[in-house]
């Protein structure tokens, strides 16, 4: 979500409680707020990644997902990340730590706001059926964060060690051949 600053209000008063408002302007959302509020108070989740990697360089990679301090089952699928579009439906974003969804991944709701990517609800992976309730609103600039995030680590990896062969899991297919595909995902230029 960009923001844009209006101007610092500073009353005494505030100040001497040391609860500093500054009013922001959210270009999209046309809502003011003061900076004090925290981000669920204002309908906006937040999203962090730890990448871990079996081998410096080589093998699985398993990318777990944080989202308001609070760790999602399973990995994230990357390729499944970064094929989201500008579209409502069902994601097999997370998989199992051995890289196969059969094996223990979920489907995620996932609609597109012009501020947040919203995930909403896991599904069962073969017959779809609700799993878990939760609704999470990601700010877009958080999500490409993270998609720049996991980009800069795979590029990263193949600058060391260009015949490395690095999957989701322990499976798949070398997500270093698919760099270029990722640098040109929709996720990357969502509002």
Not at 27 to 53: L, M, N
Not at 119 to 138: A, C, D, G, K
Not at 161 to 177: D, K, M, R, S
């Amino acid at each position: 979500m960009m923001l844009d600053c209006i101007f610092p209000f500073i009353k005494q008063d505030v100040m001497n409680r040391r609860d500093v408002v500054l009013l922001c302007y959210i270009r999209k959302a046309r809502r003011v707020f003061s900076y004090h509020e925290r981000p669920e108070e204002i309908g906006i989740d937040r999203i962090k990644i730890a990448i871990e990697q079996e081998h410096r360089d080589d093998g699985a990679m398993f990318i777990s997902v944080y989202i308001n301090g609070s760790n999602m089952p399973e990995i994230l699928d990357v390729e499944a990340f970064f094929a989201i579009k500008q579209q409502n439906g069902l994601v097999p974003l997370f998989t199992c730590g051995c890289g196969d969804f059969d094996c223990g991944g979920y489907y995620v709701n996932v609609s597109c706001t012009d501020t947040a990517l919203v995930l909403h609800n896991s599904y069962h992976r073969f017959n779809r059926t609700l799993q878990s309730q939760f609704e999470y609103h990601l700010d877009w600039q958080e999500v490409r964060g993270v998609a720049e995030e996991i980009l800069v680590y795979l590029q990263e990896i193949h600058k060391r060690n260009p015949q490395a062969y690095v999957t989701t899991g322990h499976g798949g297919e070398n997500l270093l051949n698919r760099v270029p595909d990722y640098l040109e995902s929709s996720i990357l230029v969502i509002p």
